[in-house]
């Protein structure tokens, strides 16, 4: 659209009066033959080829070439045109297209944004959306939700390097001392409160200025999005492109399944991250929490559910989930592979059981195998602290323990005989063990059993004794015996434990042996 003055401008020339109230206009024409001046068409004439009876619509406007008429001298019928006069020093015809070409350069961002509108509005995902509008702004554009989160990214083909850039481009997230910066610099709220795109050309992006704006989804705001000034430099026209991108992107995130971050949601990507290594540094993983506004408590353990038949996966898995999340709220599940892991989340340090009754009533109900790592606050070993929880599934398959639910602690012995290969076991057997052993099976007694019993019982006679279905005063005579027959030291710690791992060589012999 443009006005009267608008093109006079353009050409350097300025009317000598005008009439009627100041429109805009769309088109410019030449004088119609025998129908009226029409709305929002700018007309130029000679005064003298002004047909008898020319009427025009209300909104219609009309030029005329000096010397001229005053205004009070035009018809009537006119009344309801935008009229001006203008002395060029040139006939009608040879100004007419000198101001059609200005009409023309006026009109150009308007059908710009037109067919740029019609080409985004076609777009289906916000990754596609972000790659049209780097290829028009020739500038990398980010786009992110309101945890910071990259929703899609796109570099226009150029080589730079950019702190808040790199950092999404590494993790998929902007840093936090990114996000302190902006926030400092009181970007952020500029951001919220601005209706319109605006360029951002100091603090952090001093070297490497930038437009931002926010999109709003469902009333609220949803995302940013960051266009950077590497390529050619900002226009005007740029900060328009912008916001008509931030309208379509608000129409695609409101219909489309582009996912706007929840808490949990970004917990969870944190959590698929470290267990496929793709966060290895405790700085982006705490960068990572930061933005994500995930403010754990101290200590972890990290619980894996997996399907009694491995291959078929949890087919309630989703239910599970949302379940886990409604009755642990400071846990974070996911599905992972063909199970869940559950990364539990407490205060209480040395809690050997947490959640102990829920997972094992999961596991009764949904038949299925948990395992449960030992305690751990560096969430970085996340990916070592599962892989001990599935160990614990996997031994306890191969000892045939009754239970479904089982932690690491309790078969980490295990865990270490197993781990030494058949033919090395029988060397590293205490040789007091070994006495032992021989008598048992040469006299028919259980003297080995006894004292593996009574250190699971943390050298406690009267539980042992329970356990072993004994009174108390044969197993203190029995204790007497075995430290006789083989000279083990009932006070050393050391002797006690070499005894007991011993024990767990002799039982992976005996699985091997089938």
């Known amino acids: 659209m443009f006005t009267i003055d608008e093109l006079l401008a353009d050409l350097g020339l300025a009317k000598t009066w005008q009439s009627g109230t100041v429109r805009s206009f769309y088109d410019s024409c030449n004088l119609p033959a025998g129908t009226p001046l029409r709305r929002g068409v700018l007309y130029v004439a000679d005064p003298g080829a002004l047909p008898p009876g020319l009427t025009a619509e209300k909104g219609a406007g009309l030029l005329l070439v000096q010397p001229a ?34 009409a023309i350069a006026r009109m150009e ?12 509005f076609h777009r289906r995902t916000a990754a596609q959306l972000v790659h049209e509008a780097a290829a028009r702004l020739q500038n990398p554009v980010i786009l992110t939700s309101t945890s910071y989160r990259v929703l899609a990214i796109d570099a226009a083909g150029l080589q730079f390097s950019d702190p808040v850039w790199d950092t999404a481009m590494q993790t998929g997230y902007c840093s936090s001392d990114s996000i302190l910066h902006f926030e400092n610099e009181d970007v952020t709220r500029k951001v919220v409160q601005s209706s319109k795109a605006f360029v951002l050309d100091q603090g952090l992006a001093a070297k490497i200025p930038r437009i931002l704006q926010k999109i709003e989804v469902r009333g609220k705001i949803g995302a940013y999005i960051g266009v950077l000034q590497v390529g050619r430099p900002f226009d005007r026209r740029d900060l328009r492109l912008v916001d008509l991108v931030c309208q379509a992107l608000s129409v695609l995130l409101e219909r489309g399944p582009e996912p706007l971050d929840e808490s949990v949601q970004i917990c969870q990507s944190i959590m698929d991250d470290l267990l496929e290594g793709r966060i290895s540094s405790a700085t982006i993983l705490h960068d990572r929490i930061r933005s994500a506004r995930w403010q754990p408590r101290r200590n972890f353990r990290c619980a894996v559910l997996l399907p009694q038949t491995p291959e078929k996966g949890i087919l309630n898995a989703d239910y599970l989930l949302q379940y886990l999340a409604r009755e642990l709220p400071a846990a974070r599940a996911l599905q992972h592979g063909n199970g869940i892991v559950l990364l539990l989340n407490f205060d209480e340090t040395g809690r050997s059981q947490p959640c ?11 038949s299925l195998r948990a395992g449960v790592s030992n305690e751990f606050r560096d969430l970085i070993r996340l990916p070592a602290y599962r892989d001990t929880a599935v160990e614990a599934i996997r031994l306890s398959r191969l000892l045939r323990a009754p239970g479904r639910l089982v932690y690491f602690c309790d078969v980490v012995f295990d865990a270490l005989a197993c781990r030494v290969g058949p033919a090395e076991r029988t060397s590293y057997e205490q040789s007091k063990y070994k006495l032992l052993a021989e008598y048992d099976r040469g006299h028919n007694t259980e003297f080995c059993r006894t004292l593996q019993v009574y250190l699971e019982c943390g050298c406690s006679c009267s539980l042992a004794a329970q356990r072993l279905f004994i009174h108390r005063n044969t197993l203190t005579h029995r204790l007497e015996k075995l430290t006789e027959l083989c000279g083990i030291d009932l006070h050393n710690g050391g002797e006690l434990l070499h005894f007991f791992l011993s024990c767990r060589f002799a039982l992976w012999d005996q699985l091997d042996r089938g």
């Open 69 to 102: 008429p005053g205004p009070a001298d035009l018809p009537p019928a006119l009344a309801g045109a935008e009229a001006a006069a203008v002395a060029p020093g040139m006939a009608a015809a040879q100004l007419f297209p000198l101001l059609q070409e200005a």
């Open 109 to 120: 961002p308007t059908l710009e944004t037109a067919r740029l509108a019609e080409s985004i």
């Open 356 to 366: 102990d009754a829920l997972l094992q009533n999961l596991c009764d109900e949904y």
